[in-house]
């Protein structure tokens, strides 16, 4: 397990953020990036997390309602990342798989993509 603290992983997160293209960040709406350190007990080496109502299905009835929260967890990367550099792709590659959520793409989508 790599050993990271909370602030230096916040970062990594960040980094992995400014490395969207801005074309696609000016298309982010109503969405906030957290960061925690485990995700629940039912699913404990769970990555990333998109809550919330994607951009594809969203209409007219979509006003005035909490921000879509995308969460990273510290704990699951960490455990499987041997190096600093493994951490950075995998939190990118993380951050990029709950952005795609917010844009509407699936699962399934993105695996064929890479980003599984």
Do not use: K, Q
């Not at 960040?14 to 490395?19: H, P, Q, S």
């Not at 709950?98 to 064929?112: K, T």
């Amino acid at each position: 397990m790599l050993e990271m603290t909370r602030e230096e992983f916040e970062e990594l997160v960040g980094e992995a953020l400014d490395r969207i293209p801005p074309e696609l960040t000016r298309l982010m709406d109503n969405v906030a990036v957290f960061v925690e350190d485990e995700p629940e007990a039912d699913d404990p080496d769970l990555l990333g997390l998109y809550e919330g109502t994607p951009l594809t299905e969203r209409g007219e009835w979509y006003a005035g309602v909490l921000p879509d929260r995308i969460t990273i967890y510290r704990g699951p990367t960490l455990r499987m990342c041997e190096s600093r550099e493994h951490a950075v792709a995998e939190t990118e590659i993380t951050v990029v798989h709950e952005i795609a959520h917010h844009f509407g793409i699936d699962d399934e989508r993105l695996h064929a993509l890479g980003y599984g």
